[in-house]
């Protein structure tokens, strides 16, 4: 089911650097990550793929000089899940490691 406003509000805090932005009328997760240069960032979207596909959940990805957006929401429940907390969570671990 989808996060209620009131879970959305407690799991947001959870994760800092994302968020919620409305697009195509569903609620989604959003964090910009920086790098210093491409390849940096190629390896890091790399390793978000493979975390989506080991999920079976993926994000769109937008690949740029120095910079990927990534943005989680669940297609079935058009919006936000559980579940879409805990991938950004993970994107955060990547992005750290």
């Given at each position: 089911?989808?996060?209620?406003?009131?879970?959305?509000?407690?799991?947001?805090?959870?994760?800092?650097?994302?968020?919620?932005?409305?697009e195509e009328?569903?609620?989604?997760?959003?964090?910009?990550?920086?790098?210093?240069?491409?390849?940096?960032?190629?390896?890091?979207?790399?390793?978000?793929?493979?975390?989506?596909?080991?999920?079976?959940?993926?994000?769109?990805?937008?690949?740029?000089?120095?910079?990927?957006?990534?943005?989680?929401?669940?297609?079935?429940?058009?919006?936000?899940?559980?579940?879409?907390?805990?991938?950004?969570?993970k994107?955060?671990?990547?992005?750290?490691?």
């Open positions: 089911p989808k996060v209620t406003d009131d879970e959305l509000v407690e799991l947001i805090k959870e994760i800092p650097d994302w968020k919620t932005i409305t009328s569903m609620l989604r997760l959003r964090r910009v990550f920086e790098f210093q240069d491409y390849s940096s960032a190629v390896q890091f979207t790399n390793k978000v793929a493979d975390l989506a596909e080991q999920e079976d959940h993926h994000p769109a990805i937008l690949l740029e000089w120095g910079k990927v957006e990534v943005t989680w929401w669940t297609h079935k429940i058009l919006g936000l899940h559980m579940n879409d907390f805990i991938a950004a969570a994107t955060d671990l990547i992005f750290n490691q």
